[in-house]
Nanobody, 127 residues
Framework: QVHVAESGGGSVQAGGSLRLSCAASGASYYRYCMAWFRQAPGKEREGVARITRDGDDDYAASVKGRFTISQDVAMNTLYLQMNSLNPEDTAMYYC?????????????????????WGQGTQVTVSS
């Protein structure tokens, strides 16, 4: 079973950028559908972006054009480049992994299709 650990969160002013990383270990990263979810206080968990083993990416409408998901398969690492951040992006960000079918309808049911979750990394955007 793969294990994931996020890093790269922090505090930034509106308009700034952050890059999150997710290191995978314990199993071949390439076997899984990988994604980023986030949860703000008092809000439901929201799918942010996902990437397939073949590199096909998809995004939530709220982040499309601002965020980019990418992966380094050789390094077993997933990334989320976040640009033009705004206060509505403030949340705990989670790296998740699931079996390949999780990539279909990936953002539904608050990520219940993904069975591996990291501890999360906090992103705070001030206005």
């Amino acid at each position: 079973q793969v294990h994931v650990a996020e890093s790269g969160g922090g505090s930034v002013q509106a308009g700034g950028s952050l890059r999150l990383s997710c290191a995978a270990s314990g199993a071949s990263y390439y076997r899984y559908c990988m994604a980023w979810f986030r949860q703000a206080p008092g809000k439901e968990r929201e799918g942010v972006a996902r990437i397939t083993r073949d590199g096909d990416d998809d995004y939530a409408a709220s982040v499309k054009g601002r965020f980019t998901i990418s992966q380094d398969v050789a390094m077993n690492t997933l990334y989320l480049q976040m640009n033009s951040l705004n206060p509505e992006d403030t949340a705990m960000y989670y790296c998740v992994a699931g079996d390949p079918p999780a990539c279909y309808d990936w953002a539904s049911r608050e990520g219940s299709k993904f069975h591996v979750w990291g501890q999360g990394t906090q992103v705070t955007v001030s206005s």
